[in-house]
């Protein structure tokens, strides 16, 4: 099937380019953790899923990348539940019982990662990462250190995560936990969703410029509109069009200016419009704005911002 069909692609947006050069930027200085939060469903952990595949375009073989998620649990995280959570989204779940063996199991794995690196350096990114405390935060420094003083591996830890990670620094500064603040959080970048007509059409070119199916074949709007494509047209003659029935529709909402729209909402509606509309173009034409509104009421493309828009006054 195609990757529309399936909703696996990636979309290289402005914000995913930006993310990326920020991220390099750290991993190429001495800088040994930091923060990236960011609204929900916005592309963050898109974002790291696409760094981890890709890394060795921007860094080589300099260093190792991992990546690793937290997990809620409703009675708070035993370290237990923390080690056996990280190895589980690694990919690497075990039986193990007891703390040690899967804390152990875990730095073995960033061992592992280092190992085949230049500089035996490693990098983890951490997602969710408004879901530590104090404790766990202990914890995650206990394995830096055993990773310098044992391996002699250097670990730079990149903390994802909603907008309360923001908020986590402000409180740990307040109450003084300077290593937990000098060894993650010593420095920030706010993950941003599509804001503004510029971001949108650049989103929208790439579906007529970097996305193809397979590798090297047609692009995704040829797939889906070949007469069309043969004729001249282009996904992106249409973006702006696009753009103001979003605006409208968002205004018809009630939701506020400049909040932006979500990753998730934006490869919705495109692929709604992709595999419903562009099927039914004729050479020579362009969508109809009609269509684009049915589209962004059948997609509910926009309950993501409702939901930020909610807690925002709540």
């Not at 930027?25 to 930091?34: D, E, K, Q, R």
């Not at 995704?220 to 001249?232: L, S």
């Not at 282009?234 to 009630?254: C, H, K, P, W, Y």
Request: glycine residues 8%.
């Amino acid at each position: 099937m195609h990757p529309v069909d399936l909703d696996t692609y990636v979309v290289p947006t402005n914000a995913l380019e930006a993310f990326v050069n920020v991220c390099v930027g750290w991993i190429n200085s001495n800088l040994v953790g930091a923060l990236v939060p960011g609204l929900q469903r916005i592309g963050k952990s898109m974002a790291v899923d696409y760094f981890v595949t890709n890394y060795q375009k921007w860094l080589g073989n300099s260093v190792g990348v991992v990546s690793a998620e937290v997990l809620f649990h409703k009675g708070g995280i035993s370290e237990g539940a923390f080690w056996g959570d990280l190895l589980k989204s690694m990919k690497r779940p075990t039986k193990k019982r007891s703390p040690e063996e899967r804390r152990e199991l875990f730095v073995g794995r960033l061992v592992e990662a280092a190992s085949r690196s230049e500089k035996k350096k490693v990098i983890i990114f951490l997602d969710e990462a408004q879901l530590l405390d104090d404790s766990l935060f202990k914890l995650m420094i206990g394995v830096h250190n055993e990773l310098w003083r044992i391996y002699r591996i250097k670990c730079v830890c990149i903390l994802v995560g909603q907008p309360e990670l923001e908020t986590l620094a402000s409180t740990f500064i307040a109450e003084g936990k300077r290593q937990i603040v000098g060894r993650y959080m010593a420095d920030t970048y706010v993950f941003q969703p599509l804001t503004g007509i510029t971001d949108f059409e650049a989103a929208v070119e790439c579906y007529d410029l970097h996305l193809h199916h397979p590798v090297g074949g047609p692009s995704f709007t040829e797939h889906f509109a070949p007469m069309p494509w043969a004729a001249g047209y282009r996904l992106t003659s249409d973006a702006d069009m696009i753009f103001e029935r979003i605006v409208q529709a968002r205004t018809d909402n009630g939701l506020p200016e400049g909040q932006g729209m979500t990753m998730q909402g934006f490869t919705t509606l495109m692929n709604h419009i992709l595999i419903n509309l562009l099927p039914n173009l004729k050479p020579g034409g362009h969508l109809h704005p009609d269509d684009i509104d049915e589209a962004i009421i059948a997609t509910n493309c926009m309950i993501f911002e409702q939901q930020e828009a909610l807690l925002a006054t709540a």
